[in-house]
């Protein structure tokens, strides 16, 4: 079993920038797949961005690429998810995810097993 618990949410301006950090529970977090997906109010999830359980492979969407850059430290067992330039349409509930199967990065959400409680990211303009 592992357990996510995200923080780093709040209330920023349009422009700024937040990081958010997942911090994972067990040993076995680093042989999966860590990622985040985001749900903003009235719209369904979607992927933000996720990262093989090395850390050398991630995949970022197109809606956010360029702004937000994924990490994870796997001594620390957290996976971290640097936003800048922010936007109003970024403001949403934020989850981390994580997948058993440490190779599978994509967007598909079927195959993220675990999920945290969310954290909230607002950004006014």
């Known amino acids: 079993q592992v357990q996510l618990v995200e923080s780093g949410g709040g209330l920023v301006q349009a422009g700024d920038s937040l990081t958010l950090s997942c911090a994972a529970s067990g040993r076995a977090f680093s042989s999966y797949t860590g990622g985040w997906f985001r749900q903003a109010p009235g719209k369904e999830r979607e992927f933000v961005a996720a990262t093989s359980a090395s850390g050398r492979g991630s995949y970022v969407a197109s809606s956010v690429k360029g702004r937000f850059t994924i990490s994870r430290d796997n001594a620390k067992n957290t996976v971290t998810l640097q936003m800048s330039s922010l936007k109003p349409d970024d403001t949403a509930v934020y989850y981390c995810?994580?997948?058993?199967?440490?190779?599978?990065?994509?967007?598909?959400?079927?195959?993220?097993?675990?999920w945290g409680q969310g954290t909230q990211v607002t950004v006014f303009s």
């Open positions: 995810v994580a997948s058993t199967n440490g190779v599978y990065y994509g967007p598909l959400e079927g195959h993220y097993q675990y």
